[in-house]
């Protein structure tokens, strides 16, 4: 995977919640449930920007080290963010002229800090505002694109059947979420297969699998909704099986199931580095919604 070392930036795009920066308290909580009654309301006034965050909210699985806090103008709040370990921090909800304030609060209770994603505009200005204070660089390692579905169009032509994966696919499902974590973030973790597999069946993420001929050929995963907005991801299809149109319908009928399923919104990120994956997504009937970037900082050593 390419990634690029980010210079200073002088400005960024901000977004003006007539609070003056220094007037920012920001508040860590150790609840999930304290956390969630507090930012979910905040995020949910955008729920396809922040299907990251009220996702993992609807799950409730956070590990021990999670991060989450708040930021507060008197007694309201006005900004929240969160960070589930191993992943970065998901900082679509801090007010970009409030990262200052932010930052420095970080960095006392979580210096090693390993990095940030978000919009684009919210993550750069973390990512100045770390390196201020801390000195570290940052790489930005991934960048994405938001998908929101206009009008579904189901691919024709495409030998195979859609179905839901069962506990006899564990094996596979397992097999193809770690060659998906290798091609994705280029590393292997053998035993992180079977903890994504396993968590998103007690939280109720469905799988779905692209037979032909009884043999699943791809995979794709639909998110259980929150707040009426349902992911699709992972989608991965094995190298040898690519190029037969089996990723596209099966994420074309993941979508379908959770249309049928009442779901309004249906969003999926797609790595801008894959020009084709973007052609497919929006041949289906998936509309750009907002760029989101991944952001990694530099171990001083």
């Avoid at 800090?113 to 204070?133: K, M, N």
């Amino acid at each position: 995977m390419q990634t690029r070392t980010l210079a200073g930036r002088n400005s960024v795009d901000s977004f003006n919640f007539g609070v003056h920066p220094g007037d920012v308290e920001v508040r860590l909580h150790s609840s999930v449930d304290e956390f969630r009654e507090i930012a979910e309301p905040l995020y949910r006034r955008d729920a396809v920007a922040h299907t990251i965050e009220l996702t993992l909210l609807r799950a409730g699985v956070f590990p021990q080290n999670s991060l989450l806090f708040t930021m507060w103008d008197g007694l309201e709040p006005v900004g929240s963010a969160l960070q589930a370990q191993p992943y970065p921090l998901a900082c679509n909800g801090i007010p970009v002229d409030m990262m200052d304030t932010v930052v420095g609060k970080l960095v006392e209770w979580r210096p090693e800090l390993t990095g940030v994603r978000g919009a684009r505009s919210s993550a750069l200005a973390f990512a100045d505002a770390w390196h201020g204070i801390t000195g570290r660089a940052a790489n930005l390692s991934t960048e994405e694109r938001l998908y929101r579905l206009g009008t579904l169009r189901t691919p024709s032509g495409v030998t195979g059947t859609a179905r839901l994966a069962t506990d006899d696919d564990r094996g596979q499902l397992v097999e193809w979420v770690e060659l998906f974590f290798q091609e994705t973030f280029s590393q292997r973790d053998e035993a992180a297969g079977g903890r994504f597999v396993d968590t998103a069946n007690q939280v109720g993420d469905r799988f779905m699998l692209w037979d032909v001929d009884g043999t699943p050929n791809s995979m794709a995963m639909l998110r259980a909704p929150a707040a009426n907005v349902s992911r699709i991801g992972p989608v991965f299809t094995p190298l040898t099986q690519r190029g037969h149109g089996y990723g596209s319908a099966l994420t074309a009928a993941a979508a379908d199931l959770a249309h049928r399923s009442g779901t309004a919104e249906v969003v999926l990120f797609a790595d801008l580095a894959n020009p084709v994956s973007n052609a497919i997504y929006q041949r289906i009937g998936f509309e750009p919604a907002a760029d989101s970037v991944r952001i990694d900082f530099v171990t001083l050593g």
